[in-house]
T-cell receptor, first 115, second 115 residues
Framework: EAGVAQSPRYKIIEKRQSVAFWCNPI?????LYWYQQILGQGPKLLIQ????????DSQLPKDRFSAERLKGVDSTLKIQPAKLEDSAVYLC?????????????FGAGTRLSVL | AQKITQTQPGMFVQEKEAVTLDCTYD???????LFWYKQPSSGEMIFLIY??????QNATEGRYSLNFQKARKSANLVISASQLGDSAMYFC????????????FGTGTSLTVIP
């Protein structure tokens, strides 16, 4: 079974530029998550989807971050414009099971460097 | 207050020995789930074990077991018979079921297995 696919693996941009990350979840997984992991910290949940509806986006900085889940499958996360503090690894995960016991499977992440 | 606290930034264990990684949590939600994930240097988060707040028995998965002490709000991970491949970051996480479905990670513990 194919895992969670993310692209690109690495991205370097200058501040105030825009960037987009793509995630393809495991087939059949209804839940999809985006996390931000700053070096030396645990992942911070930005947004979670159940099919193509948003379950929680309370931690998403909506003035610059946006995310969508196309037809309940693939998802994109966009940052516009980027700031220096956005430098981090962006992890996508897809989950199976109820929300309460949702086992998440993670992709390899996209490492973003904002210069 | 931190939702998940991992007080051990780094731990060392001799190969074949057992090791306990500490995790305490803070919630007033009666229904919650506790998770442990492993993050090797490659960056991909790997699910290890799950404990539900209503589960009567401590969870076990192969060499991993979760020492769940509800009254103390503690969910320590025990790894038995450590192997060199266990060297990684370990994250404790929690999902609250009633208060918004947020998912929280701790700051992690770096485990090094010594041959």
């Amino acid at each position: 079974e194919a895992g969670v696919a993310q692209s690109p693996r690495y991205k370097i941009i200058e501040k105030r530029q825009s960037v987009a990350f793509w995630c393809n979840p495991i087939s059949g997984h209804a839940t999809l998550y985006w996390y931000q992991q700053i070096l030396g910290q645990g992942p911070k949940l930005l947004i979670q989807f159940q099919n193509n509806g948003v379950v929680d986006d309370s931690q998403l900085p909506k003035d610059r971050f946006s995310a969508e889940r196309l037809k309940g499958v693939d998802s994109t996360l966009k940052i516009q414009p980027a700031k220096l503090e956005d430098s981090a690894v962006y992890l996508c995960a897809s989950g199976i099971g109820t929300l309460a016991k949702n086992i998440q499977y993670f992709g390899a992440g996209t490492r973003l460097s904002v210069l | 207050a931190q939702k998940i606290t991992q007080t051990q930034p780094g731990m060392f264990v001799q190969e074949k020995e057992a090791v306990t990684l500490d995790c305490t949590y803070d919630t007033s939600d009666p229904s919650y789930g506790l998770f442990w994930y492993k993050q090797p240097s490659s960056g991909e988060m790997i699910f290890l074990i799950y404990q539900g707040s209503y589960d009567q028995q401590n969870a076990t998965e192969g060499r991993y077991s979760l020492n769940f002490q509800k009254a103390r709000k503690s969910a320590n991970l025990v790894i038995s018979a450590s192997q060199l491949g266990d060297s990684a970051m370990y994250f404790c996480a929690m999902r609250e079921s009633w208060t918004g479905n947020q998912f929280y990670f701790g700051t992690g513990t770096s485990l090094t297995v010594i041959p």
